[in-house]
């Protein structure tokens, strides 16, 4: 897994102290504090895992004397009925972390699965799929890797990646030319920058302002296509707004080098993943 160890484990805590508080009340009064028990964490439906060793550090963080097999790893297809993990350990532990171990689990699998859906659509197109910064509050890091895992490529992180004029900018600036001028004499050598075009005038806007990247909002194939010729590689090209599994493969086909999609992360559903104890 490439995300730290720490930013991990800051998301795990929160979460934890959040489902558990001070005392499982359940667990702590009907489970013998000696009792060990095996579970299994098993596939319920065909999809992409993502975020395993995420879900197996909650245990860790309860009791580091658990243990664990691995069957299947980040980025792997799983199958409905796949086994996935199995973990031994004091079945209170066990009892206190599923929740949160299952919550981060299927939500990663479902953003990995939804993400390798939309590159399987876009296969042999030449357009790149990426997420957005439309991410839940505080799991940024995990949606964006768990994307990765489903074949899709990263957006900015955060506002300091990257220099983004979007319509709120450029309104409040006095246009895109002008904008992109007093951006460009403000950022470093290393900053590129990306304007957001609602029309084929504003798209011509951003390539006399010498935009690095060009986003086309909101616009439908016909439009993008006109746009990607008008521009016609002096820039790249970023289609976004509005663009769901079923419009996907006809805008990737428009000639775009890059499609944004902030469904990926923002409204993606649950990969069914169930936790059974042996």
Same mark, same amino acid.
């Given at each position: 897994?490439?995300?730290?160890?720490?930013?991990?484990?800051?998301?795990?805590?929160?979460?934890?102290?959040?489902?558990?508080?001070? &005392?499982? $009340?359940?667990? /702590?009064?009907?489970?013998?504090?000696?009792?060990?028990?095996?579970?299994?964490?098993?596939?319920?439906?065909?999809?992409? *895992?993502? +975020?395993?060793?995420?879900?197996?550090?909650?245990?860790?963080? &309860?009791?580091?004397?658990?243990?664990?097999?691995?069957?299947?790893?980040?980025?792997? =297809?799983?199958?409905?009925? $796949?086994?996935?993990?199995? %973990?031994?350990?004091? @079945?209170?532990? &066990?009892?206190? +972390?599923?929740?949160? /171990?299952?919550?981060?689990?299927?939500?990663?699998?479902?953003?990995?699965?939804? @993400?390798?859906? !939309?590159?399987?659509?876009?296969? +042999?197109?030449?357009?790149?799929?990426?997420? @957005?910064?439309?991410?839940?509050?505080?799991?940024?890091?995990?949606?964006?890797?768990?994307?990765?895992?489903?074949?899709?490529?990263? #957006?900015?992180?955060?506002?300091?990646?990257?220099?983004? &004029?979007?319509?709120?900018?450029?309104? /409040?600036?006095?246009?895109?030319?002008?904008?992109?001028? *007093?951006?460009?004499?403000?950022?470093? #050598?290393?900053?590129?920058?990306?304007?957001?075009?609602?029309?084929?005038?504003?798209?011509?806007? !951003?390539?006399?302002?010498?935009?690095?990247?060009?986003?086309?909002?909101?616009?439908?194939?016909?439009? %993008?296509?006109?746009?990607? $010729? *008008?521009?016609?590689?002096? !820039?790249?090209?970023?289609?976004? +707004?509005?663009?769901?599994?079923?419009?996907?493969? =006809?805008?990737?086909?428009?000639?775009?080098?890059?499609?944004?999609?902030?469904?990926? @992360? #923002?409204?993606?559903?649950?990969?069914? %993943?169930?936790?059974?104890?042996?």
């Amino acid at each position: 897994m490439l995300l730290p160890q720490f930013y991990v484990d800051d998301v795990i805590k929160t979460a934890l102290k959040e489902d558990i508080n001070y &005392l499982d $009340e359940t667990s /702590a009064y009907v489970i013998p504090e000696d009792n060990v028990s095996t579970a299994r964490f098993v596939a319920k439906a065909d999809g992409v *895992l993502c +975020g395993i060793e995420v879900a197996l550090r909650v245990f860790t963080l &309860l009791d580091n004397a658990v243990r664990f097999e691995i069957y299947k790893k980040d980025g792997d =297809e799983v199958k409905k009925g $796949e086994l996935i993990a199995r %973990i031994t350990g004091k @079945t209170r532990m &066990l009892l206190e +972390g599923e929740r949160t /171990a299952l919550n981060l689990l299927q939500h990663m699998s479902g953003v990995a699965t939804q @993400t390798a859906e !939309a590159v399987r659509l876009t296969a +042999g197109t030449g357009c790149t799929v990426t997420d @957005t910064r439309k991410t839940l509050p505080g799991l940024r890091a995990l949606q964006k890797y768990a994307v990765t895992c489903g074949g899709g490529k990263n #957006h900015r992180f955060n506002l300091s990646d990257a220099a983004m &004029l979007k319509d709120n900018h450029i309104d /409040a600036g006095g246009g895109i030319e002008k904008t992109v001028a *007093l951006l460009r004499s403000k950022v470093g #050598h290393t900053v590129k920058i990306e304007v957001e075009t609602r029309s084929l005038d504003e798209v011509r806007q !951003a390539l006399a302002a010498g935009a690095d990247i060009i986003m086309l909002d909101n616009m439908d194939v016909p439009t %993008i296509q006109k746009a990607v $010729e *008008l521009i016609d590689g002096r !820039a790249l090209t970023e289609a976004s +707004g509005n663009i769901t599994l079923q419009n996907l493969r =006809e805008k990737a086909q428009s000639g775009v080098d890059i499609i944004s999609m902030g469904s990926l @992360t #923002h409204s993606v559903s649950a990969f069914d %993943i169930s936790m059974k104890m042996d």
